[in-house]
């Protein structure tokens, strides 16, 4: 275990949970182990002091970060995130499963993540972009197309990003698009990014089903967050047949076991920005939700969702992990004693991060792909990810979250030792 003067890691923090999911692959890794402490250290932590003056004509100082965890296969790639309880360890751990995600789908990445410690909701529109624009400034010295590229995260999003490319670009001297991805399409941002992480998650879930010899058509599914991720799967799998039997968001849960109207609900949440008071559905306590038989459990909210006395209740079959760390380790264990498949966030909700990768391609060669195209190699992508994963689970009978690290650790470690050590 690497001793990090720079942190305080618990068994439950963040860097603290991927240094022990790092320690249950080592058994798998063979002669590469011993490059494993590549793995416990991020290569680069740059923090920040982000001064800006406010419209009171006040000076405001904020914290940033960028962590760099591993480049051996790539630039670093990772989102962005504003929020006030962001700091250096958060960022490690989120930089570090950013490396397994690209590692596990085999994009040409290293794992990236960075952060300001703000609430933006404090902030006026002005305020926001002064922020973003020196916090750009200051990460300069280690961002660019082919060395680290920045992504929206929680709060983030294709406005920040356009803020973000323009100053860089206005640092570099040239419009350099391919230095963040999740643009807005006029500035080189890719078709289908923004419902890839729900279509990423719908693919592996219909690999899932093939497995478990479960039929789409008719398969009852409940999703917990009905945001970006969650209504775009949902709306996927009612396309091909499956019944949207319960829906949890901030506003409230709703339940309808013949399946809920995915057009009158979508009309809903533009309409009211949440789904608690949806007409054509019984309204049912929150805490209910997990009680309700489905095929499918998608937790497309927040992280620690999914906990042990929860997992204990839940009548499902597959979970399919939309939103980062939903699944506390003590759930992860009761559900697989139980015999319920979790399909894990590195490769569940990876359709996102790839159709950043999409983006980042088309910028460089500034030649742009049709969302058919997209799509379809999005779904190749993530079939051959998925398929490989299980291959590995099966072959080690373990779960697929371990199998998801013993490939994407084994990849990097492979890089690692290829490359050798300099000088
Ligand atoms: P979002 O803000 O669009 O949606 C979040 C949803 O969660 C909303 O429906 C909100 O009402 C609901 N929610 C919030 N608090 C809740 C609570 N206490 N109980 C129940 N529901 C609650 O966010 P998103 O982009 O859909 O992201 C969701 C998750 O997926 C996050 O963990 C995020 O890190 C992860 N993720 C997102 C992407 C992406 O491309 N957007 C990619 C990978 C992972």
Redesign the pocket.
């Known amino acids: 275990m690497s001793n990090l003067s720079y942190v305080s890691p618990t068994a439950d923090s963040p860097w603290g949970t991927y240094l022990s999911q790092v320690e249950s692959v080592l058994p798998y890794l063979g002669h590469l182990a011993r490059w494993a402490e590549t793995l416990r250290r991020p290569k680069r932590a740059l923090i920040v002091d982000i001064p800006i003056e406010l419209d009171s004509g006040a000076v405001a100082h904020f914290e940033g970060y960028r962590v760099q965890h591993n480049l051996s296969r790539g630039p670093g790639k990772g989102g962005v995130r504003f929020h006030p309880d962001v700091n250096l360890e958060e960022v490690m751990a989120l930089s570090a499963w950013m490396t397994i995600k690209n590692a596990a789908v085999n994009l040409p990445f290293g794992g990236a993540k960075g952060g300001i410690r703000v609430d933006p909701k404090q902030l006026s529109l002005k305020e926001l972009e002064r922020l973003t624009r020196r916090y750009t400034s200051e990460i300069g010295l280690i961002i660019g197309p082919d060395k680290d590229i920045p992504a929206?995260?929680?709060n983030t999003n294709a406005q920040i990003m356009a803020w973000m490319m323009d100053t860089y670009s206005m640092n570099v001297g040239s419009s350099a698009t391919g230095v963040v991805t999740g643009k807005p399409i006029p500035l080189g941002g890719s078709l289908g990014r923004v419902k890839?992480?729900?279509r990423g998650v719908f693919v592996v879930g219909r690999e899932a089903a093939r497995r478990k010899n479960l039929s789409l058509d008719g398969a009852r599914i409940a999703v917990?967050?009905?945001?970006?991720?969650?209504?775009a799967a949902a709306e996927l799998f009612a396309g091909s047949g499956g019944k949207i039997v319960a829906v949890?968001?901030?506003?409230g849960t709703i339940y309808n076991a013949h399946g809920l109207d995915m057009a009158l609900l979508m009309a809903e949440l533009h309409e009211k920005g949440?789904?608690g008071a949806f007409k054509g559905a019984d309204r049912i306590a929150?805490e209910d939700f997990w009680d309700v038989e489905s095929d499918f459990l998608i937790p497309?909210?927040?992280?620690g969702?999914l906990q042990g006395a929860r997992a204990k209740r839940v009548k499902t079959r597959i979970v399919l992990e939309?939103?980062?760390?939903?699944t506390t380790n003590e759930a992860d264990h009761i559900l697989a004693d139980r015999g319920i498949l979790v399909v894990p966030?590195v490769i569940a909700?990876?359709?996102?991060?790839t159709v950043s990768y999409f983006e980042w391609v088309q910028d460089f060669s500034s030649f742009f792909w049709t969302e058919d195209e997209i799509n379809l190699r999005l779904d190749k992508i993530m079939v051959e990810a998925f398929r490989r994963i299980l291959d590995v689970a099966e072959q080690h009978h373990v779960p697929l979250r371990t199998a998801a690290f013993v490939v994407a650790c084994t990849r990097v470690l492979q890089a690692r030792e290829e490359r050798g050590l300099y000088p």
């Open positions: 929206p995260d929680v890839a992480t729900g917990q967050g009905f945001g970006n991720v969650g209504s949890q968001d901030h506003t949440g789904i929150n497309a909210a927040l992280e969702q939309g939103a980062n760390g939903p966030d909700n990876a359709g996102g991060v």
